[in-house]
């Protein structure tokens, strides 16, 4: 079983409570939108990291962190990407790769707003941890915590801070 740590937009901000929220997780994920390289090394300070490159974060975080990131967490498909939609409103790229394969775990980031969802035309789970940063709309910082053991997505947590 892994526990892991998602989060996304943290634009530039790593918040000081983070090691503890993500003490007992194996990983950290993030979805996108890192806003600096030093946030992305600041996370693999403490975890394992995975991650993928959001539509503010410029070449450093490009080079270092794929748009799209397919990989497996345990027995679980996992597919991360920042734009990518939710159910009934996915971006067209991924409705084409759920038409072909869809993965059991879809995570996406850029809306600043958390969304958990069981999508039954793909038979998929979707998550957007909403924004862990200080800049945008949202009123408070959300992520969230889970465990993945064999293909069961379970124990999930959303994790609200003050802005």
Not at 116 to 126: A, F, M
Request: overall charge negative.
């Amino acid at each position: 079983m892994k526990r892991i740590g998602l989060l996304s937009d943290t634009h530039g901000y790593v918040h000081p409570e983070l090691p503890r929220i993500f003490s007992e997780c194996d990983e950290i994920w993030h979805a996108g939108d890192f806003g600096s390289l030093a946030v992305a090394e600041s996370l693999r300070a403490m975890k394992p990291l995975r991650g993928v490159f959001g539509n503010i974060d410029g070449t450093d975080i490009r080079c270092s962190f794929p748009l799209y990131l397919r990989f497996f967490c345990e027995e679980a498909d996992v597919l991360m990407t920042h734009i990518g939609g939710y159910p009934g409103k996915y971006e067209a790229n991924i409705i084409n790769t759920f038409r072909i394969k869809p993965p059991d775990l879809f995570i996406s980031g850029h809306s600043h707003i958390v969304k958990v969802q069981y999508d039954e035309q793909y038979k998929v789970l979707h998550i957007n941890p909403g924004a862990a940063g200080r800049q945008g709309l949202h009123k408070t910082i959300t992520m969230a915590r889970f465990s993945i053991a064999g293909r069961d997505i379970k124990d999930l947590e959303i994790v609200e801070l003050d802005k």
